[in-house]
């Protein structure tokens, strides 16, 4: 399996496929699971990554010195130096869009397109961010996500119809209850804590290429709502689709909706 060494550590990523570069950027808490269904239908037409967030899947520790979301789009325009790719078109679901598109907005060169998921570039609104620091705080404290906490987490990523015996709801419950205390207190809380405290980044959206940049949200998006989207499609001037019976991770809620706008999107993009 690829890995890369990034600012002293090893960052995972998946490598599969041939032509244009999709380079897939996920939700924290999930790993590039989370875009199986868009790596098997992508890959047979294009050379898909997607990559682990720093203390997610395999991925290492968060290295020492990074403080905010400019620093983890830096290390993965790394990758993609590492990676000899010159041009990628980079799809964000969540904190990969809020990385994502400071990526973008730093190395515009390097973006054949644009998509951004279930994301915001605003600043979290200060309650919301009071409150995941108070569930942070939690954590840290006990070292493990506890069940009590377990049942506040894991229903912000779904819809709210969602059968909580699924699957896919009952996987992600269990991974997040595996994970170890040292993983949690070195990467996964400060990566949180990094997310929920980001700089404002709406007065810049007017700089993103709006013919090259689409924006998708799960309509049932609780962490994320629509309005968020909307508000963020208008200062860029671009192109937006809801997707239906879908919430947060939008990708694995309606897997056949989130695949086909890609490929409508990346096909406009390579046939010019």
């Not at 269904?37 to 967030?53: F, G, T």
């Amino acid at each position: 399996m690829p890995f890369a060494t990034l600012d002293g550590q090893t960052l995972h990523y998946l490598d599969q496929g041939q032509g244009p570069v999709v380079l897939l950027a996920g939700s924290y808490l999930w790993d590039t699971g989370m875009w199986a269904p868009q790596i098997e239908a992508l890959s047979a037409q294009y050379r898909v990554i997607a990559v682990d967030l720093w203390g997610h899947g395999q991925s290492g520790p968060m290295p020492q010195g990074t403080t905010s979301l400019d620093d983890v789009a830096r290390q993965m325009l790394a990758l993609l130096d590492h990676l000899h790719i010159e041009r990628v078109t980079l799809v964000g679901l969540s904190v990969g869009g809020m990385w994502g598109a400071r990526l973008a907005l730093a190395a515009p060169q390097r973006i054949a397109g644009l998509v951004l998921m279930d994301t915001y570039l605003g600043a979290e609104p200060e309650p919301t961010r009071q409150y995941y620091f108070s569930l942070f705080q939690q954590i840290e404290d006990s070292g493990v996500i506890a069940e009590p906490l377990l049942d506040i987490v894991v229903p912000i990523f779904f819809r709210p119809g969602i059968d909580p015996q699924s699957a896919l709801f009952q996987d992600f419950r269990a991974s997040l209850a595996a994970l170890p205390t040292e993983r949690l207190r070195q990467s996964v809380i400060p990566m949180g804590r990094i997310t929920f405290s980001r700089g404002d980044l709406l007065p810049e959206l007017a700089q993103l290429d709006a013919q090259n940049t689409l924006l998708l949200c799960g309509e049932q998006d609780k962490p994320r709502p629509v309005a968020e989207t909307v508000e963020m499609a208008e200062r860029i001037g671009c192109a937006y689709q809801l997707i239906p019976e879908a919430g947060h991770i939008s990708s694995r809620e309606n897997p056949e909706f989130v695949t086909q706008a890609l490929l409508d999107f990346l096909a406009a993009r390579h046939s010019r």
